[in-house]
């Protein structure tokens, strides 16, 4: 069994408690319009080439089997449309400049990179998060992968935006501690407006996890003109929950421009963002968790 995976981060401080590994899968149902990890929504491998770091030594050109590269006048040019997404040339690129996204691993080969840093796991209070993407479009995988973390005594959490089957979150629910959830809205319109899809099922299955006893910390990100009218509601939608540990408000940012450049993907990020005050006032909303 196989997954696309597009990063793993060592030593990350945001995607749960501790210092952890965050593991990024390729695949999401949702495109968010302030999406900050394009590179995760595509299921299929990317090439993304970073043109201000290309220093034209042409070694892309001398291993790439459709000869997507060349060299023309001192300048690296790019043909996309020639690329099969076999990674080679990120393989011998010197300046950095191409990076590919979607590397197919199994288990037995991600499993021991994630327990290389087990000691600064159980110092810190962390583990290993899976996210993406959205890491439970692989279900199976996930499980598995899981299992064998808790077997070797590594606390997990699934960072998940909730568009996906029950039957996803059951096959990981005994293996994962606590669930990070993003919740974009509370709305419906909003949300297929925000993302493209109905938030029924994600509304849905977070009520779900909750009822099934697992821990959960909902994560909403503050998009003025998009979601920003919609904390009172979510507020009022999570009261109830009962193993709700915390609710974050994470400020948007506009930072990905260039990954939506290097990958010659659509860039429609928002341009406003929040301001200190809009998130204090937020985060008011949730004081009591």
Known sequence: MKARIFEIKRFAVHDGDGIRTTVFFKGCHLKCVWCHNPE?????????????????????????PQNAHRIENGMHVFEREKCIGCGKCTDVCL??????????????????????????????GGGVTLSGGECLMHADFCAELLKELKANGVHTAVDTCGFVSKAAIDKVMPYTDIFLYDLKSFDEDIHIKCTGQSNKIILENLKYIDDCGKKT??????????????IEKIAKFTKDLEHLTLVRVLPYHNYAGSK??????????????????????????????
Not at 98 to 114: A, C, D, K, N
Not at 217 to 230: C, L, T
Not at 263 to 286: C, S, V
């Open 260 to 289: 939506y450049e290097s990958l010659e993907m659509e860039n429609n990020l928002p341009k406003q963002l929040p301001t200190d005050e809009e998130i204090r006032i937020a985060e008011m909303h949730f004081a009591d968790r």
């Open 217 to 230: 910390e909902i994560r909403i990100p503050y998009v003025p003109g998009f979601n920003s009218g919609e």
């Open 40 to 64: 995760g929504i595509p299921s299929t491998p990317q090439l993304a080439y970073y043109k201000n770091k290309c220093i034209g030594c042409g070694e892309c050109v001398t291993v790439c």
């Open 95 to 124: 300046g950095d400049a191409l990076i590919f996204y979607g590397r197919e691993m199994t288990v037995s080969e991600l499993l021991p990179l994630l327990l290389e840093d087990k000691e600064f796991y159980e110092n810190s």
